[in-house]
């Protein structure tokens, strides 16, 4: 079975960082680009950031929202993802999920994510 | 406000066709295929139709999808209790090198 399973979300002041994880299983993780979107209170889907697989060279992109600030990264020797958030302003306060791509040969995402976690809370507060 | 504009809500009694409309632009729909995800509350988002018109396995055939130009649109047929919740499209954004959402569309069953 594919899961994903999100962690490190927690309480953090403004201005600090937090390191979130997102461990996977059941699927060869190299071949995939991986996504993080998160959902603020009260709003809608947030695409945040995503890297793609190790064939395309595990290229990044960012939502200008967080470009600058947070960092996506991968392991693939640990199926982890990782997105490494710094100077957190209480607007990033979302619950922030980790999805996969539904194809391996997806370079635009353009098949979406079929694969999903949980998500883990952030919340960015003095 | 997100780059793609769907309704903020939709309705419709049990059996009857609803359909959610998403309006983006050249440099996203027109060039890209939409993604549409099913999100119900405490619950991580559903794929429910990818490259504009293809339902991941196990999705229902109620569930449909088409574009046209720069917009695209979910039909849901047959409409059930159960499709009570929350409707987002999504599509890469050539612009942004990036995801784009919509803002989503909630749909009640009366």
């Known amino acids: 079975e594919v899961q994903l399973v999100e962690s490190g979300g927690g309480l953090v002041q403004p201005g600090r960082s937090l390191r979130l994880s997102c461990t996977t299983s059941?699927?060869?993780?190299?071949?995939?680009?991986l996504t993080w979107v998160r959902r603020a209170p009260g709003r809608g889907l947030e695409w945040v950031s995503f890297i793609r697989s190790t064939d395309y060279g595990k290229t990044t992109g960012y939502a200008a929202s967080v470009k600058g600030r947070f960092t996506i990264s991968r392991d693939d020797s640990k199926s982890t993802v990782y997105l490494q958030m710094n100077s957190l302003k209480t607007e990033d306060t979302a619950l922030y999920y980790c999805?996969?791509?539904?194809?391996?040969?997806?370079?635009?995402?353009?098949?979406?994510?079929?694969?999903w976690g949980q998500g883990t809370t952030v919340t960015v507060s003095s | 406000q997100s780059v793609l504009t769907q309704p903020p809500s939709a309705s419709g009694t049990p059996g009857q066709r609803v359909t959610i409309s998403c309006s983006g632009s050249s440099s996203n729909i027109g060039e890209n295929t939409v993604n549409w995800y099913q999100v119900f509350p405490l619950t991580a988002p559903k794929l429910l139709l990818y490259s504009s018109d293809q339902r991941p396995s196990g999705v229902p055939d109620r569930f449909s999808g088409s574009k046209s130009g720069t917009s695209a649109s979910l039909a849901i047929s047959g409409l059930q209790s159960e499709d009570e919740g929350d409707y987002y499209c999504e599509a890469w954004d050539d612009s942004q090198s990036g995801l784009v959402f919509g803002g989503g569309t909630k749909l009640t069953v009366l």
């Open positions: 059941g699927f060869t993780f190299a071949d995939y680009g």
């Open positions: 999805a996969r791509a539904k194809s391996n040969l997806d370079y635009h995402f353009s098949y979406g994510m079929d694969v």
